[in-house]
């Protein structure tokens, strides 16, 4: 069952369409990602399906509630990590994660075990009771990421949760989106990282220019723009009589050979591999090493739009 | 409403926490009135100036004087009149300041004065007490004009022959006209000057005071909370609720804090509580009105800062807070009525003046009016603010 639902989201300021027709849908225990360079319309999109902002057309419903930014029901059901951190610097951790936990409706006998549980969630139990004011970029992140989490709902949004942050609070991050994920949290991740996103997410929206250009699993979008895998072959002795024998194999999209190296693109790498093997061995040609590379998003974004994902 | 509570208690907690707004309501205008209180003499009713006299003349026109003309002037509560057997030690006590001034009626003036001869009254003054000296001689002088007429009359009826002229003499001499003290209607009475600097200080920084709570908005919006806030299961109405009442806290506990501490520390006399309440009550939402329009149509916390700090300036020296309205041109005070200021010392001054309660109806209802306008302009402008 679909957690949310997005229908021909659009959102325009004055001449500039920031959302155009956007739709996606995330189920329980899914994570969804919006990858797209800077402006491409992430964040209005994330900020519709928050009822932050009102879209020009469309629908978003959570669960059974339709979100509009005058609504009050379902929003509860959506926890919201902004992409700037948006905590108190004048209240500690704990007073923070307690406001918004009151303004989320949190019972009380509920609250306080709550957010102890979230300060160890998110490695900062041991400095709740200090202003963060006092604390780090990836102390900040993370009790941002925390505020999101601490009235536990169904769907999580996170735009661009790891940006600025050091590798070791990145890494812990991307760590806790993941056990999200498996703890049947809906998540609606935004990010301009290819191996966020990849890392990360079941499913996948291209975003640029306020559309959605592809969506789907890793796999589903590779093949949806017909991206082959790449086999390097590192060779001793003649190139050419192990291009000359691979040529029999049909499978094989094409081949390139160097000074010691052959380049050899594939549809499915994995079940081919043994055969090219076996036909390098019957050449006579010795393997000094095999490296696979799969296609990744950021080939697939570039084949989409026709630049980089950091453009 | 829970939200809105909610929202108000964390900006207090924040607000007590940074202690710029315990510093503007509290701490600022309680010392500008201490200070104000304390270097400006009051020029209402109360103010008082001690006088020593010495009588050496002991006839008519001494006579005259100590029991005709100040009596009356004691009743007023202007002057404070203490009797001296010799003018060495009258002398002395002004100069060690125990008194303002000396009166000394040298001995046989009443009838050098029947005589038509020249007289001459002393009046010592200390340096350090012009004003109170002043009016000594003010008062002195009066006297003084009135016996010259009334000497000149006496000797112009002994010339004409057949008077008796020691008993026309003292007839004359005690019939000067007391100085005359003319009361005023309520309305029409200013404030003593500790009341008025306490009350004029609490109103002019409750205009900074307020701002804390509106301007909070915009420093949702620049910490990044306010998309947080409006992506809560809240009213976005909630959201401006909790500013509103954290100005309205803030600005009563101000006003409240100030009346209770300039009336214990200082004496100020703000009168009938309930009637203090009305306007205070009605000075705040006025207050948070006009702040609240100049916060909506600002960008930024600062730009927000600068403009409603000229706009208290300017409010509270055209509102009056500074110096009493009285004291300026007319058109000053008819342009201070657009100035919720005015209106809170006005009914102040009625109060104070022994007033009804009625006489605060309709200073609370202009300063409700104020609100009611500014507040709609605000939540016009304000849906801006919210739209992230």
């Known amino acids: 069952m679909n957690v949310l639902e997005c229908v021909g989201l659009v959102k325009a300021f004055d001449d500039l369409v920031a ?23 992430k964040t209005t999109s994330i900020s519709i399906v928050s009822g932050i902002l009102e879209p020009d057309a469309g629908t978003v419903t959570v669960g059974s509630h339709r979100i509009t930014t005058r609504s009050t029901e379902g929003k509860g059901d959506i926890g919201y990590v902004p992409q700037d951190i948006a905590i108190y610097p004048d209240l500690t951790g704990r007073e923070n994660l307690r406001f918004f936990g009151k303004l989320y409706g949190i019972p009380k006998a ?9 300060l160890e969630v998110i490695g900062l139990a041991d400095r709740g ?37 050091d590798p070791q609070s990145r890494n812990a991050i991307l760590e806790s989106v993941e056990e999200l994920g498996r703890s049947g949290t809906a998540v609606l991740y935004t990010t301009h990282y290819m191996e966020e996103a990849e890392r990360l997410c079941d499913r996948v929206g291209i975003i640029d220019g306020g559309k959605i250009r592809a ?5 589903e979008l590779v093949e949806l723009v017909g991206q082959r895998d790449t086999v390097n072959l590192g060779v001793v002795g003649s190139a050419r009589r192990l291009v000359d024998g691979l040529s029999s194999v049909t499978e094989i999209e094409s081949i390139t050979a160097t000074e010691g190296a052959v380049e050899i693109l594939v549809d499915g790498a994995s079940k081919l591999l043994p055969r090219i093997l076996e036909v390098a061995q019957q050449a006579q040609v010795a393997v000094s090493g095999v490296e696979v590379v799969e296609p990744n998003l950021e080939a697939v974004f570039l084949h989409l739009t026709g630049k980089a994902l950091r453009d | 409403m829970r939200a809105a509570v909610l929202i108000a208690a964390k900006d207090l907690a924040q607000r007590i926490r940074d202690k ?23 020029t209402s009713g109360s103010f008082n100036v001690d006088i020593a006299i010495v009588d050496q003349d002991g006839g008519a026109v001494a006579a005259g004087f100590i029991e005709e003309v100040l009596p009356s002037v004691e009743e007023a509560g202007i002057l404070t009149v ?35 001869g020249g007289a001459v009254v002393q009046m010592v003054g200390n340096v350090d007490q012009t004003i109170s000296t002043q009016i000594a001689r003010a008062v002195l002088d009066g006297y003084l004009a009135e016996v010259d007429a009334v000497s000149i009359a006496v000797g112009a009826a002994a010339m004409s022959g057949g008077t008796d002229l020691a008993s026309l003499s003292e007839r004359a001499a005690v019939v000067p006209a007391a100085v005359v003290l003319a009361d005023v209607e309520a309305a029409g009475r200013e404030l003593d000057a500790t009341t008025f600097f306490s009350a004029g200080m609490a109103i002019f920084f409750l205009f900074f005071t307020v701002q804390f709570g509106v301007s909070s908005l915009l420093e949702e919006r620049l910490h990044g909370t306010l998309p947080r806030l409006l992506g809560a299961p809240i009213s976005r109405w909630s959201i401006i609720g909790g500013k509103g009442i954290t100005s309205f806290v803030l600005g009563l506990v101000s ?37 609240a329009v100049v916060a909506v149509i600002s960008k930024t916390p600062e730009q927000a800062a600068n403009w409603q700090s000229i706009v208290a300036v300017v409010l509270g020296l055209l509102g009056g807070t500074f110096f009493p309205l009285s004291q300026g041109p007319r058109i000053l005070a008819l342009l201070s009525k657009l100035t919720p200021h005015a209106w809170f010392l006005q009914g102040l001054g009625d109060l104070s003046a022994g007033g009804s309660l009625s006489v605060v109806v309709v200073p609370a209802l202009a300063m409700i009016t104020f609100f009611a306008v500014t507040a709609g302009i605000a939540v016009v402008f304000g849906r801006k603010v919210l739209a992230v």
């Not at chain 2, 710029?20 to 009051?42: E, K, R």
């Not at chain 2, 057997?85 to 029947?114: C, K, N």
């Open chain 1, 215 to 219: 969506e789907g699993t890793r796999r």
């Open chain 2, 255 to 291: 006003m409240l804090v100030l009346a209770v501490a300039t009336t214990v520390l200082i004496g100020a006399e703000w009168g009938n509580p309930v009637g203090v309440a009305i306007l205070m009550v009605s000075g705040v939402l006025s207050a948070l009105g006009i702040m």
């Open chain 1, 129 to 165: 009771d200090d202003r963060t004011g006092e604390y780090s970029g990836g102390m900040k992140r993370r009790l941002n990421i925390g505020i999101g989490l601490l009235h536990e709902p169904r769907l999580l949004i996170l735009d661009e949760p790891t940006v600025g942050v």
């Open chain 2, 82 to 116: 203490t009797g001296y057997e010799d003018a060495d030690t009258a002398i002395a006590d002004v100069e060690s300041g125990t008194r303002h001034a000396a009166y000394i009626f040298p001995s046989g003036l009443t009838t050098s004065v029947e005589s038509g």
């Open chain 1, 19 to 41: 959302v155009d027709d956007v739709g996606f849908h995330i189920a329980a225990g899914e994570t969804y990602g919006l990858l797209g360079p800077n402006g491409a319309g």
């Open chain 1, 110 to 118: 509920r609250l306080g075990p709550r957010i102890e549980e979230v």
């Open chain 2, 20 to 42: 710029s707004a315990i510093l503007l309501g509290l701490v600022a205008p309680l010392g500008l009135a201490l200070i104000f209180s304390a270097i400006i003499p009051d």
